[in-house]
T-cell receptor
Framework: NAGVTQTPKFRVLKTGQSMTLLCAQDMNHEYMYWYRQDPGMGLRLIHYSVGEGTTAKGEVPDGYNVSRLKKQNFLLGLESAAPSQTSVYFC????????????????FGPGTRLTVL | GQNIDQPTEMTATEGAIVQINCTYQTSGFNGLFWYQQHAGEAPTFLSYNVLDGLEEKGRFSSFLSRSKGYSYLLLKELQMKDSASYLCAVSMFSGGYNKLIFGAGTRLAVHP
């Protein structure tokens, strides 16, 4: 059981370049999330998915797109990278929505460290 | 809107007890999580409170008061490996789904 994996672990982009971050989970979880973490600001939700084929916007969706074509994969795309998108990106998954009775935690991947020059 | 506040940094001595506070103002409150995050690593789950009161898990306990918008994480018998950031995260119901809103985290340094 690998849990949640993220590819790549590190990446350096030039302004205007595009890239896709891949998140994969082998726990058959319905819910998947993309966060970014910046110093002094905590984790902020970019986009999330409540099941295969669904996506929704989080707190900071601008400049990012996502797709959930397969249940186990959640892709985060940057079409035209900007220096403001330099951050650590975490993917997470959970079997149930976070909160309420009978909830479960989110399981986080190891993170992708992205630098945009 | 939503606002979650926790101290930026704390220090404590090995073997001691430390309490990390978290206050929040959110609509659609649906539970509060605490996560631990070591430098350069992913957050890992510590505790969850949805009802008022204290939840105890070994050396870690978490308390919630929904009427006061307040929670704390209590760490007993501190060990050097407890040096990490502790993230308070509030579940809020919005747009038809529950979502987690994270505080900025409290960086705890445990010294001998």
């Amino acid at each position: 059981n690998a849990g949640v994996t993220q590819t790549p672990k590190f990446r350096v982009l030039k302004t205007g370049q595009s890239m896709t971050l891949l998140c994969a989970q082998d726990m058959n979880h319905e819910y998947m999330y993309w966060y970014r973490q910046d110093p002094g600001m905590g984790l902020r939700l970019i986009h999330y998915s409540v099941g295969e084929g669904t996506t929704a916007k989080g707190e900071v969706p601008d400049g990012y797109n996502v797709s959930r074509l397969k249940k186990q994969n959640f892709l985060l795309g940057l079409e035209s990278a900007a220096p403001s998108q330099t951050s650590v990106y975490f993917c997470a998954s959970s079997p149930l929505p976070p909160g309420g009775a009978g909830t479960d935690t989110q399981y986080f991947g190891p993170g992708t460290r992205l630098t945009v020059l | 809107g939503q606002n979650i506040d926790q101290p930026t940094e704390m220090t404590a001595t090995e073997g001691a007890i430390v309490q990390i506070n978290c206050t929040y103002q959110t609509s659609g409150f649906n539970g509060l999580f605490w996560y631990q995050q070591h430098a350069g690593e992913a957050p890992t789950f510590l505790s969850y409170n949805v009802l008022d009161g204290l939840e105890e898990k070994g050396r870690f306990s978490s308390f919630l008061s929904r009427s006061k918008g307040y929670s704390y994480l209590l760490l007993k018998e501190l060990q050097m490996k407890d040096s990490a950031s502790y993230l308070c995260a509030v579940s809020m119901f919005s747009g038809g789904y529950n979502k987690l809103i994270f505080g900025a985290g409290t960086r705890l340094a445990v010294h001998p």
